[in-house]
T-cell receptor
Framework: SQTIHQWPATLVQPVGSPLSLECTVE??????LYWYRQAAGRGLQLLFY??????ISSEVPQNLSASRPQDRQFILSSKKLLLSDSGFYLC??????????FGPGTRLTVT | DAKTTQPNSMESNEEEPVHLPCNHS???????IHWYRQLPSQGPEYVIH???SNVNNRMASLAIAEDRKSSTLILHRATLRDAAVYYC?????????????FGTGTRLTIIP
């Protein structure tokens, strides 16, 4: 069966510091992968998605970037965090029938 | 993506059926109706999806109106573990369309 991992689970970072969040999927090949963010008390916002290695589509222009160096690895990065980057970051993959399955998430607090 | 409208919150008694409504009056013929739920401090969980016909799975049933302008997610026997935010989402089935637009959903409270 498929499993999706995210780390770290929680993170507290100062403003202006860099960020790297990692997501890996097991049990499937060439999955479509997604990064979402959920601000406190808000809905989910799609940030990036990837249909293959090196292929990244950005939904929201901001100081975040994403990379997909391997088939089942998806990384979310920032060079300098802003206070507004705080939130719950979720990685997901989707099946051929467009069901998305989410990881456990990373709760980021920028101080 | 076409817009959906859901009540902000609902309450239901434990062990009773729950009917969660969703209006999507601007739905197009190629839009699929997806439902997800999000338990506290967790990522969303896929529940069910359909296009025109009613759908059943182990978690829930999805009843789709004949004109497809509304749908209802049915939990047949609510438990305390069903307390969550439920999202109704339309996904356009254009090739390459990857976007699921999550709204604010319906917060379901289960009363013991």
């Amino acid at each position: 069966s498929q499993t999706i991992h995210q780390w770290p689970a929680t993170l507290v970072q100062p403003v202006g510091s860099p960020l790297s969040l990692e997501c890996t999927v097991e049990g499937t090949s060439n999955p479509n992968l997604y990064w979402y963010r959920q601000a406190a008390g808000r809905g989910l916002q799609l940030l990036f998605y990837s249909v293959g290695i090196g292929q990244i589509s950005s939904e929201v222009p901001q100081n975040l970037s994403a990379s997909r160096p391997q088939d089942r690895q998806f990384i979310l990065s920032s060079k300098k965090l802003l206070l507004s980057d705080s939130g719950f970051y979720l990685c997901a993959w989707r099946t051929l029938t467009y069901e998305q399955y989410f990881g456990p998430g990373t709760r980021l607090t920028v101080t | 993506d076409a817009k959906t409208t859901q009540p902000n919150s609902m309450e239901s008694n434990e062990e009773e059926p729950v009917h969660l409504p969703c209006n999507h009056s601007t739905i197009s013929g190629t839009d699929y109706i997806h439902w997800y739920r999000q338990l506290p401090s967790q990522g969303p969980e896929y529940v069910i999806h359909g296009l025109t016909s009613n759908v059943n799975n182990r978690m829930a049933s999805l009843a789709i109106a004949e004109d497809r302008k509304s749908s209802t997610l049915i939990l047949h026997r609510a438990t305390l573990r069903d307390a969550a935010v439920y999202y109704c989402i339309l996904r356009t089935s254009n090739f390459g369309n990857e976007k699921l637009t999550f709204g604010t959903g319906t917060r379901l409270t289960i009363i013991p």
